[in-house]
């Protein structure tokens, strides 16, 4: 049974960071791509950034220099840093995994974890 636990959202001011992380279990992380989504109130979910079995990594423009993904295959955990938080980051924060041959935007979700950037 496959299950992405999110953790580490929160509250915090204009240009603070905070550290998301994604424990998986249940499927073999090596083999997965791993990715956060996020969605604001009223908006469709939206990818943010993603990192293959082979670490390579993408990210919206939106976040770009901004926030960095990470994995840690011994632990089955994936990271986000997010630096320099702006109001408009503001949203529900998903993990996802797809194994390998499953579309972006399909695979696994977790139950997400809410980030909120506001004076």
């Known amino acids: 049974q496959v299950q992405l636990v999110e953790s580490g959202g929160g509250l915090v001011q204009p240009g603070e960071s905070l550290r998301l992380s994604c424990a998986a279990s249940?499927?073999?992380?090596?083999?997965?791509?791993m990715a956060w989504y996020r969605q604001a109130p009223g908006k469709q979910r939206d990818w943010a950034a993603s990192?293959?079995?082979?670490?390579?990594?993408n990210y919206a423009d939106s976040v770009k220099g901004r926030f960095t993904i990470s994995r840690d295959n011994a632990k089955n955990t994936v990271y986000l840093q997010m630096n320099g938080l702006k109001p408009e980051d503001t949203a529900v924060y998903y993990c996802?995994?797809?194994?390998?041959?499953?579309?972006?935007?399909?695979?696994?979700w977790g139950q997400g974890t809410q980030v909120t950037v506001s004076s």
């Open positions: 996802n995994r797809r194994g390998p041959g499953v579309l972006p935007g399909r695979g696994d």
């Open positions: 249940g499927f073999i992380f090596d083999i997965s791509t």
């Open positions: 990192i293959t079995p082979g670490y390579s990594e």
